[in-house]
């Protein structure tokens, strides 16, 4: 089955700095790569997407990037805020698997003010 | 998207006993999804549910250990049956998003054995 690491498990940053998240994924017919951002003691919402066919996402200050060939899939996030600070899950999702999405380690995000 | 509600929030529950969890979504969704995650750890997969089909289960998880029932395309629930200390978790129930492959989340049901 699919196998994906998330590096790294914890990242902390300055106020305003950018913080990137790498996610290597096993199973080459993966083809959507979601990012979940998880407060504490909250339920992990969708933030950005991408699927195969494109190679960058870009959504405000957060973005995606997808390398098919090398399988792996990183989040930028740049001027970073307080309210970032989070655990951030990537997810690779085979749509011919009835949608599963196998997660990532997770990746503990913290934006010093 | 859908929007899920999850219930028990919270829960205590003594060994030996089952504890049934139960998610509501406001539109009808073919598929709805069962996740484990244990205290700072990743999201596993328990099962996917399917309206009118048994569910299937990801390697490591059984039926008799949580039989799920999806009645209609809105509803679902999750039994943790016999349980020990080591079910301790929050539990997720989750449906696709709309035009993707991406998950909207109940809120979850933070279980505790004792």
């Known amino acids: 089955g699919e196998n994906v690491e998330q590096h790294p498990s914890t990242l902390s940053v300055q106020e305003g700095d950018s913080a990137v998240i790498k996610c290597t994924y096993s199973?080459?017919?993966?083809?959507?790569f979601p990012w979940y951002k998880q407060e504490l003691g909250k339920r992990p919402q969708l933030i950005i997407d991408i699927r195969s066919n494109v190679g960058e996402k870009k959504d405000q200050r957060i973005a995606v990037t997808l390398n098919k060939t090398a399988k792996h899939f990183s989040l930028h996030i740049t001027e970073t805020q307080p309210e970032d600070s989070a655990v951030y899950f990537c997810?690779?999702?085979?749509?011919?698997?009835?949608?599963?999405?196998?997660f990532g380690d997770g990746t503990t995000l913290t934006v010093k003010p | 998207s859908a929007v899920i509600s999850q219930k028990p929030s919270r829960d205590i529950c003594q060994r030996g006993t089952s504890l049934t969890i139960q998610c509501q979504v406001d539109?009808?969704?073919?598929?709805m999804f069962w996740y484990r995650q244990q205290p700072g750890q990743s999201l596993t997969l328990i099962a996917t549910a399917n309206q009118g089909s048994e569910a299937t289960y990801e390697s490591g998880f059984v039926i008799d250990k949580f039989p799920i029932s999806r009645p209609n395309l809105t509803f679902s629930t999750l039994t943790v049956s016999n349980m020990s200390p080591e079910d301790s978790s929050i539990y997720l129930c989750?449906?696709?998003?709309?035009?993707?492959?991406?998950?909207?989340f109940g809120s979850g049901t933070r279980l505790t054995v004792v």
């Open positions: 539109s009808q969704v073919t598929m």
């Open positions: 997810a690779a999702t085979l749509n011919t698997n009835a949608g599963k999405s196998t």
């Open positions: 989750s449906v696709g998003l709309g035009g993707g492959y991406g998950y909207t």
């Open positions: 199973d080459s017919a993966s083809n959507y």
